[in-house]
């Protein structure tokens, strides 16, 4: 990474850094990824799972519910990581709850 840092840029040596350490960390993520699901799906398939996942919030009140395709790899997500949103109505409740569990993991 350091290599990166040296280059002969107009640029700030602590915009390459950053650069490098945000891909490195992005790359560490999708291999734990892979790892997590048993790589037995592409990085590039995750990728376009993940990023086709969406939520329709039915109101401001009640919460969401999945508009994507349950697939092969939906279901091994959600068996991954120990929630379900491909069939089950979540409320902003829920979705609170998840997401103070999951920063507590830290």
């Known amino acids: 990474m350091w290599a990166i840092c040296s280059c002969n840029s107009s640029a ?3 915009v390459w850094t950053t650069f490098a350490e945000t891909s490195y ?3 560490l993520v999708y ?3 892979e790892k997590k699901l048993g790589e037995e799906f592409a990085c590039s398939e995750n990728l376009k799972t993940l990023r086709d ?3 329709i919030l039915l109101s401001k009140d009640s919460g969401c519910i999945p508009s994507y395709k349950r697939t092969k790899l939906t279901d091994a997500l959600h068996s991954a990581f120990g929630f379900r949103t491909d069939y089950e109505f979540i ?3 829920d979705i609170r709850a998840l997401i103070k569990e ?3 993991k830290k």
Do not use: E, G, H, W
């Open 25 to 27: 960390i992005r790359l």
């Open 102 to 104: 999951t920063m507590q």
């Open 12 to 14: 700030p040596n602590y």
């Open 31 to 33: 291999r734990l990824l």
């Open 91 to 93: 409320s902003k409740a």
């Open 53 to 55: 996942m969406n939520m």
